[in-house]
């Protein structure tokens, strides 16, 4: 077999399998003003060349700074089995696989991953993942407004502006009342959700913790929410689960988060990994791929696509979603990472990323002029209050070799002066020291 | 094929038993044994306004999704609430059991739409050729 494309002959047998002469004549209907003279590429240069280039461009980026970013996206460890395991060429491929049910494996690798999803959850159903973490909250909108046929939805302003961004333009072209919440003190506001939550709301949206880094129990306002009919939608960072309550606990009907955490490196752009749980009575509405685990004519445990009447390639026009691709080897990954840590290691994960980022706030408190944010419990992400613009400060900040945070101005009016600070379980007590030293130097 | 003589029928398999002013509605023998065995039915509420062949309710087998039309126009008053955990009621009792949600029907007239028994036993006949 020739692997390049298009070979002379291949061109020849195309044409004069279509009665054509020669390319010119294939092309001749378009207009020659609508063609192309040329495509002002550069000339060609050898692979070597390339590379050379490329790295150059590469080595632009700010490298190997102490990571304290976080807004929605986490510099965890990755162990080297997740590589490993994942890079197998048996699972080496983006997608559930056409004919599914003849790769057994890969199904399975995928119905354990809904597994996990819903045990940290606390849910009862799983799909097989979705594109990311903003998708899959979007999709979790759509099903709140199909099940309820209501179409008002609340979001919580604590929900990352990426998201609330998606959400506006992924329904651009649909009749959807939005109402945002503010946050008050850093937590959602009760008073304003119930001033505007009513008969016609299909859904609430909360993040936890939210985007300034708070831990909420939101099952008062979630009871509230089903009173009305609606449904409770929560946006979740899982790793935090291991110590936090669950959305299954506080009664939420539908979480979805960003997997990113759980085995997958930062990278801008992706691939990322949408997660998504909810209640067995919307397992309907849920779009997407979902394996189920069967038994064959011979008794044996095996694994099949299931509920595919809600898909796209029987209901078409009726699907449930027509962008639910999912992200199958990131899926595997969260699913190896999770399986690699356990029970038990995913709370000493949480525990550890709890006591970092509060050790961080102990040590940055100590910074004349420097005020951390105290309104909330927080997890491993937290807001401080600096005397001068926070942008200034991370452009200082990186000097110094510290990505020392993300700063909320850039999110939130009137916020300039305010810096978000993710803690790892990566980051030392000695880094933590260090950017404590760096900050007040550059103040 | 069992077509009772006591109903009305649609083109789309539903049928209607008039009660008064109350018809009762489902899909046709005909209908359940097209689908195969039906896992899943998702019914209009009660109080909800239909139209005469507009989109009412999706059945769902193991083979296919499918939509089910109003065969009349009018507000649903009840539904069958049995289905939602036996949805085999359909195939095993279409016409009685599974019968899928009552209606109060607004318009005499609609009923000139529909086929009676002979009719429609005629045309699944047709359909068969």
């Known amino acids: 077999m020739n692997y390049v494309a298009h070979t002379k002959e291949d061109i020849q047998q195309m044409l004069s399998a279509i009665g054509a002469k020669s390319i010119e004549e294939l092309f001749k209907d378009i207009p020659a003003s609508l063609r192309a003279k040329s495509f002002n590429l550069p000339p060609a240069k050898s692979e070597f060349a390339v590379t050379q280039a490329l790295s150059r461009l590469a080595d632009k980026n700010a490298t190997g700074l102490v990571n304290f970013v976080g807004a929605g996206f986490y510099d965890h460890f990755i162990p080297a089995a997740v590589d490993a395991l994942s890079s197998r060429s048996e699972f080496y491929t983006a997608y559930t696989p056409y004919q599914p049910e003849c790769s057994q494996g890969w199904l399975q690798a995928i119905y354990e991953y809904q597994s996990l999803i819903c045990e940290l959850t606390g849910l009862d159903v799983s799909n097989a993942s979705l594109y990311d973490g903003g998708t899959a909250l979007f999709e979790a909108m759509m099903m709140a407004l199909r099940h309820t046929g209501r179409n008002k939805v609340i979001l919580d302003s604590g929900i990352n502006l990426i998201y609330r961004t998606m959400l506006y333009t992924y329904s651009s072209n649909l009749s959807i009342e939005f109402v945002e919440i503010p946050v008050v003190h850093g937590q959602s506001s009760r008073e304003e959700l119930y001033k505007y939550l009513d008969e016609r709301t299909a859904a609430v949206i909360f993040q936890n913790p939210n985007f300034f880094g708070a831990v909420d129990d939101h099952s008062d306002m979630v009871e509230k929410v089903h009173q009305c009919g609606a449904l409770a939608i929560a946006s979740v960072y899982p790793v935090s689960l291991g110590i936090l309550k669950t959305p299954g606990e506080m009664g939420f009907d539908i979480a979805t988060g960003e997997g990113q955490s759980l085995g997958i490196p930062l990278s801008f752009g992706g691939p990322y990994l949408g997660f998504m749980a909810a209640r067995t009575a919307l397992a309907r509405q849920m779009p997407g791929r979902i394996v189920g685990a069967t038994v064959d004519s011979d008794g044996k445990r095996g694994f099949v696509l299931t509920l595919q009447t809600r898909e796209q390639h029987i209901r078409r026009e009726k699907a449930t979603s027509n962008i639910c691709s999912n992200e199958a080897l990131c899926a595997l990954r969260a699913a190896i990472f999770v399986s690699l840590l356990g029970r038990q290691g995913l709370i000493e994960l949480a525990e550890h990323n709890y006591q970092k980022a509060e050790f961080a706030k102990e040590t940055l408190s100590r910074i004349p002029g420097v005020q951390v944010k105290r309104s909330s419990p927080t997890f491993n992400e937290f807001t401080i209050l600096l005397p001068r613009h926070a942008n200034e400060v991370v452009h200082r900040m990186i000097e110094k070799g510290f990505a020392c945070g993300f700063p909320l101005g850039r999110f939130y009016k009137g916020m300039d002066n305010y810096l978000l600070i993710a803690v790892t379980e990566k980051r030392t007590k000695e880094e933590i020291r260090r950017l404590a030293d760096s900050l007040e130097a550059v103040l | ?129």
């Open chain 2, 1 to 129: 094929m069992n077509v009772p003589g006591n109903l009305l029928y649609t083109k789309d398999h539903e049928w209607a038993r008039i009660e008064g002013k109350t018809a009762y509605v489902g899909i046709t023998d005909y209908a359940q044994h097209s689908l195969g065995d039906i896992t899943f039915v998702d019914l209009p509420k009660a109080g909800e306004e239909l139209k005469q062949s507009s989109f009412c309710a999706t059945v769902e087998s193991v083979k296919a999704a499918s939509d089910v039309y109003a065969p009349l126009s009018g507000k649903v008053t009840g539904v069958n609430s049995k289905l939602a955990q036996n949805p085999e009621l359909i195939n095993q009792s279409p016409y009685d059991q599974g019968y899928f949600f009552m209606m109060e029907f607004s318009n005499e007239a609609e009923k000139a739409k529909l086929m009676d028994a002979p009719a429609y036993q005629k045309y699944v006949e047709g359909l068969a050729e």
